[in-house]
């Protein structure tokens, strides 16, 4: 299927979701990654939930983080360049929502992309190969082309695997690891 085709369907699936469904996903994948071997790293980034886009709950992978005592990553985005400013996450940064409702550091200390060692990546459809889909603006290829090449990246999906996008771009950034509520997949 293509891009566009996909966006809808699983955006559709989503809408479908229930509050009580959403959060048991949540744990669920959560709970899947604690399986996987990126906890030796010590700088993480995370995307934080958009609710009004019923995203996968991060609440439960940030208390992980939380817990092992890792540094947390969170993004800032200009909507006129594209990209994405980093900062790391405190006990005094400031979340606010921005125009597009996602909940962003106001400001903070500024962590530069090669510092970042795991990237929990939103999505709202991936395939076998390992490539996703997201909004469709671009934000996180570009960030982790940034990124070095051992950065581990991670989707998180309420979803199974496509057998396959056909419309990939060159620029598109493949995931390490996506995690959904039933399984793992590595590529």
């Not at 790293?41 to 939930?49: G, K």
């Not at 991060?58 to 983080?65: A, G, K, P, Q």
Request: proline content about 3%; charged content about 30%; hydrophobic content about 40%.
């Amino acid at each position: 299927m293509q891009k566009a085709e996909l966006r809808k369907k699983y955006k559709a699936l989503r809408s479908d979701l229930s509050a009580e469904a959403i959060d048991h996903l949540s744990m669920a994948i959560a709970n899947k990654l604690l399986k996987l071997p990126i906890w030796d790293a010590s700088f993480y980034h995370i995307f934080l939930t958009i609710e009004e886009q019923k995203e996968v709950h991060t609440d439960y992978i940030l208390n992980i983080l939380s817990g092992k005592d890792k540094h947390i990553v969170l993004s800032k985005s200009d909507f006129e360049t594209t990209l994405m400013t980093h900062y790391l996450l405190t006990d005094n940064t400031v979340i606010k929502k921005n125009a597009y409702n996602i909940p962003e550091p106001v400001d903070g200390i500024e962590i530069t992309n090669n510092k970042i060692e795991v990237v929990f990546v939103p999505l709202l459809a991936f395939d076998k190969a390992g490539h996703r889909i997201g909004y469709g603006k671009g934000f996180y290829d570009k960030f982790l082309n940034e990124c070095k090449p051992e950065t581990i990246k991670i989707g998180l999906s309420f979803f199974e695997a496509e057998n396959a996008i056909d419309d990939v771009f060159e620029s598109d950034v493949k995931l390490d690891y996506c995690v959904t509520p039933e399984r793992v997949y590595g590529f």
